[in-house]
């Protein structure tokens, strides 16, 4: 939802921006004040003050498909994708994220979401940076089988006896038809496809100044998308690895395609020994 065009139709569009909640909004503490292109600076404090008079923590994003917090996390839902396609099992994906400190693995998060929402948002995002996103048909198959995740009973899961998905011979066959490969891949490889992703597209965001500085992303993924706070955010994460080590981590995926190519930004980091 672009509020730089939605702005365009009303009157005053210096008054005109963006709260962006999360779900579910009474535990979730994070909300995006998004500035349109004519925000202005009184209606973004406004926003700012109104976001921490009902107890949120406010990040102030700029205008762009995703805003902050969605458009670093649909890299790693739509990888999730791209290595079920390859071989993965949709428990080694979420075993893998959940070893890594993830409240939940990005299967289970899909069927959570409802694979519909996963579906239309993730169009939005990877058309918009389509040089790095991979196209993958399996989304649009369960929802038209109308497997929409937990909502419907039956998404990568299947939830008749509750909360707790359980494996599904019925999804397991329309995965059969996407399957390129049947490879084990290591859970080493897993959490790097799955985190590295991310890190490059949160590089892109501070490099096209979406937010102020780097805390605000690391802060925003805690309290988003419940990224491991002990980590520190996937920023702090990639400084405790060490950007060189990140550098050569994304090396061995390169040809994988523009979503593991470092940005300028982390190779200058890297070369000053920088963080």
């Known amino acids: ?131 790095r996103a991979v196209e993958s048909k399996l989304l649009d198959d369960l929802v038209a089988a109308g497997r929409l995740g937990q909502k419907s009973g039956a998404g990568f899961y299947a939830y008749a006896k509750g909360p707790r998905g359980t494996d599904d011979p019925a999804f397991a066959a329309i995965l059969e038809k996407h399957r390129k490969g049947t490879r084990q891949i290591r859970a080493e490889e897993l959490t790097d496809r799955l985190f590295l992703p991310m890190l490059t597209e949160a590089s892109r965001i501070l490099e096209e100044g979406i937010v102020r500085e780097p805390a605000d992303v690391d802060m925003g993924l805690i309290l988003g998308i419940g990224f491991p706070a002990h980590k520190g955010g996937i920023l702090r994460w990639a400084d405790n690895l060490g950007l060189p080590k990140v550098l050569e981590k994304l090396k061995t995926y390169e040809k994988l395609g523009a979503r593991f190519t470092p940005t300028p930004l982390m190779k200058k980091l890297a070369a000053e020994g920088k963080g």
Not at 66 to 86: A, D, H, K
Not at 117 to 129: E, I, Q, R
Request: aromatic residues 8%; hydrophobic residues 45%; contains cysteine.
């Open 1 to 131: 939802i672009s509020i730089t065009r939605m702005a365009k139709s009303w009157p005053k569009p210096e008054n005109f921006a963006g709260m962006h909640f999360f779900n579910p909004v009474d535990r979730m503490q994070l909300v995006e004040v998004i500035r349109g292109e004519k925000t202005s600076d009184e209606t973004t404090a406004t926003l700012v003050a109104l976001a921490k008079q009902i107890g949120k923590t406010p990040i102030v994003v700029k205008d762009c498909p995703g805003f902050l917090v969605n458009r670093i996390l649909f890299p790693y839902l739509n990888e999730s994708l791209v290595l079920l396609e390859e071989g993965a099992g949709t428990r080694e994906l979420d075993k893998a994220a959940l070893a890594f400190g993830m409240p939940m693995g990005p299967v289970t998060l899909n069927d959570v979401v409802g694979l519909d929402t996963a579906l239309y948002a993730g169009k939005v995002v990877n058309t918009a940076f389509a040089d």
